[in-house]
T-cell receptor
């Protein structure tokens, strides 16, 4: 069935190190969205990518959408404690049936 | 604008009981989606409503049902509760459909004993 694979499931980093999470879809997507869920909180929308090869930046966060519109990545430069949480991607199928296809999430953990 | 609200925030039930959860979307939003979140399982899509009609349904048993009212408020019901139904139930609203930006509520934490 339709799915979006997101890796890794967890990533432990020292504060100041970089973090990357990847999403790969089995089918072409019309767009992809990224969300962040802080511990004990609810998912919050970060950004949406629509165009093939699109790259968007939000301060230390860089989002990419692949040329084939089947994969995407989120890269955080120089992580801070405020970055802790789980990052989800969610894709919209080309033949949208009003449902986003969600990745399983990547949990960012800052080592003490 | 007020955000998405969900009531109750916490609920404890026993096996076999039923439960109804409520969600009030952001004013002007017509689409409401429901998700189940359990530790390590990500977000599992339950269903999406628009203009009082269920447009899409995830892979959950018939014990899970929902409805939407004319003011876009939505409820979901789980009958004959099982231990495995313990989860965080999240409601999200969006302007037109379930693939638009999702604005999530704080969730209802359901514990089944």
């Amino acid at each position: 069935g339709q799915q979006v694979m997101q890796i890794p499931q967890y990533q432990h980093v020292q504060e100041g190190e970089d973090f990357t999470t990847y999403c790969n879809s089995s089918t072409t997507l019309s767009n992809i969205q990224w969300y962040k869920q802080r511990p004990g909180g609810h998912p919050v929308f970060l950004i949406q990518l629509v165009k093939s090869g699109e790259v968007k930046k939000q301060k230390r966060l860089t989002f990419q959408f692949g040329e084939a519109k089947k994969n995407s990545s989120l890269h955080i430069t120089a992580t801070q404690t405020t970055d802790v949480g789980t990052y989800f991607c969610a894709g919209k199928r080309m033949d949208s049936n009003y449902q986003l296809i969600w990745g399983a999430g990547t949990k960012l953990i800052i080592k003490p | 604008k007020a955000g998405v609200t969900q009531t109750p925030r916490y609920l404890i039930k026993t096996r076999g009981q039923q439960v109804t959860l409520s969600c009030s979307p952001i004013s002007g939003h017509r689409s409401v989606s429901w998700y189940q979140q359990t530790p390590g399982q990500g977000l599992q899509f339950l269903f999406e409503y628009f203009s009082e009609t269920q447009r899409n349904k995830g892979n959950f048993p018939g014990r899970f049902s929902g409805r939407q009212f004319s003011n876009s408020r939505s409820e979901m019901n789980v009958s004959t509760l099982e231990l495995g139904d313990s989860a965080l139930y999240l409601c999200a609203s969006s302007t037109q459909d379930g693939t638009d930006t999702q604005y999530f509520g704080p969730g209802t934490r359901l514990t089944v004993l």
